[in-house]
Nanobody, 123 residues
Framework: QVQLVESGGGLVQAGGSLRLSCAASGRTFIRYAMGWFRQAPGKEREFVAAINWAGTTYHANSVKGRFTISRDNAKNTAYLQMNSLKPEDTAVYFC?????????????????WGQGTQVTVSS
């Protein structure tokens, strides 16, 4: 199993930036893919971005060009750099991990989840 802990959320004005971190521990000697999802109150969980061990990435159209997922395998940490934030980006952001290289956009494909970190974008 892989244990995940997110950090870096907070309150930011529209147009600002935040950098989320996801620290992994446990079976990190096995190659795994990581993803970011978000969920706003009353809405379904939404895929944001994913990255595999080799660094291949995929970003949702809603964040493409504004958000960038990355990882540092030596530190067992994934990141989500969020620029040009909009009020509609407000949500709880969750980090997830799965063993394998496929970049799934379906939450059920991920076996490990962090506790979530709140991101609030004000106008």
């Amino acid at each position: 199993q892989v244990q995940l802990v997110e950090s870096g959320g907070g309150l930011v004005q529209a147009g600002g930036s935040l950098r989320l971190s996801c620290a992994a521990s446990g079976r990190t000697f096995i190659r795994y893919a990581m993803g970011w999802f978000r969920q706003a109150p009353g809405k379904e969980r939404e895929f944001v971005a994913a990255i595999n061990w080799a660094g291949t990435t995929y970003h949702a159209n809603s964040v493409k060009g504004r958000f960038t997922i990355s990882r540092d395998n030596a530190k067992n940490t994934a990141y989500l750099q969020m620029n040009s934030l909009k009020p509609e980006d407000t949500a709880v952001y969750f980090c997830a991990a799965r063993f394998g290289d496929t970049l799934f956009v379906i939450s059920d494909e991920y076996g490990s989840w962090g506790q979530g970190t709140q991101v609030t974008v004000s106008s």
